[in-house]
């Protein structure tokens, strides 16, 4: 059986966007005989917030979006992903950096990546020997980067079609282990699709360049064979063309919510965006027989405040 997960981060509310994801996600698995995993990503201690994991079920459940298996939590598999990255480290696929970040933007001649962080110039490739001998030069603990082979990494992505990156020239070498200790991004999702058997992977397209990388980990942890299927979907955008965020005004559902919206208006104007006319009220089951991945938009969604009016009124 092919899987999916959806896969909240505990680090703030379930928005209007994260719901278009989410609810793609779920039709393209229940039209398509997919099991769903729920798996919290909770690797950001510092920014996840209290209940935040709990408060983004209960909106799941609200939107009428359910899965399978789960919830799985990160947070108590460290240990399986500092492992792995031992493992990375010992067959040479990964060596200790100790460039803090602020080295790393000063030092970086290359284009900044789509992302914000400045493309590692590759400063302590191939310097130390061992962990030990890079935190002793260094005085500070080291985390671990993944080294970028050299050449491009093409993919079909199941919305936007042939993908090409070139990693190594385009991102960098990448953190997969921080210096606390927290697995990055990268890692993590790897080393968990991989293990809980996910083949499919539905997000938004703020993480296309993601994509690349976690196959460059794939390959390098020998599950070549193990590659998911992914579809990146375009993001939910304000009017300003940023995704969206808090500068946009509330679009947390609970915010909906709490005001007497429905769950079928908010799936209306959701199956909107995923260009399905529903009318004024729909329920995601009833999406199911109408819902085509090749009639989403192929352009950024923009909330307006027309879309907001149509909640509301």
């Given at each position: 059986m092919r899987i999916t997960r959806l896969a909240p981060s505990p680090t703030g509310a379930l928005h209007l966007g994260n719901a278009r994801t989410f609810?793609?996600?779920?039709?393209?698995?229940?039209?398509?005989?997919?099991?769903?995993?729920?798996?919290?990503?909770?690797?950001?201690?510092?920014?996840?917030?209290?209940?935040?994991?709990?408060?983004?079920?209960?909106?799941?459940?609200?939107?009428?979006?359910d899965w399978d298996r789960g919830p799985v939590y990160q947070s108590p598999r460290v240990a399986v992903y500092r492992s792995t990255?031992?493992?990375?480290?010992?067959?040479?696929?990964?060596?200790?950096?100790?460039?803090?970040?602020?080295?790393?933007?000063?030092?970086?001649?290359?284009?900044?990546?789509?992302?914000g962080a400045a493309v590692y110039p590759g400063t302590c490739r191939g310097r130390f020997k061992s962990m030990r001998e890079a935190e002793g030069a260094a005085g500070r603990v080291a985390a671990v980067r993944f080294a970028a082979p050299e050449g491009e990494v093409?993919?079909?992505?199941?919305?936007?079609g042939g993908c090409r990156f070139d990693p190594a020239k385009e991102l960098g070498d990448f953190v997969?282990?921080?210096a606390d200790g927290t697995a990055a991004y990268q890692l993590a999702v790897v080393v968990d699709d991989a293990e809980m058997g996910v083949s499919d992977v539905v997000r938004g397209d703020d993480l296309l360049d993601s994509t690349p990388r976690q196959m460059l980990l794939?390959?390098?942890?020998?599950?070549?064979?193990?590659?998911p299927k992914y579809v990146h979907l375009p993001l939910v955008v304000g009017t300003d063309g940023r995704r969206l965020a808090k500068r946009h005004g509330d679009t947390r559902l609970s915010y909906y919510r709490q005001r007497?919206?429905?769950?079928?208006?908010?799936?209306?104007?959701?199956?909107?965006?995923?260009g399905i006319d529903a009318g004024r009220e729909v329920s995601a089951n009833e999406l199911l027989g109408r819902?085509?991945?090749?009639r989403v938009p192929r352009e950024p969604i923009v909330f307006s405040e027309a879309d907001d009016r149509f909640l509301r009124d």
């Open positions: 609810l793609v996600n779920w039709l393209l698995a229940r039209q398509n005989g997919w099991g769903i995993l729920l798996r919290v990503e909770d690797l950001d201690g510092p920014r996840v917030k209290a209940g935040a994991d709990r408060q983004a079920m209960e909106d799941l459940r609200w939107l009428g979006l990255a031992e493992r990375l480290l010992t067959a040479g696929a990964a060596y200790p950096c100790v460039c803090t970040r602020r080295e790393v933007e000063l030092a970086a001649s290359a284009p900044h990546a789509e992302d093409e993919f079909s992505d199941g919305f936007r997969i282990l921080k794939y390959r390098a942890l020998g599950m070549g064979d193990r590659l007497g919206v429905t769950a079928e208006r908010v799936v209306a104007l959701l199956a909107r965006w995923c819902f085509e991945l090749g």
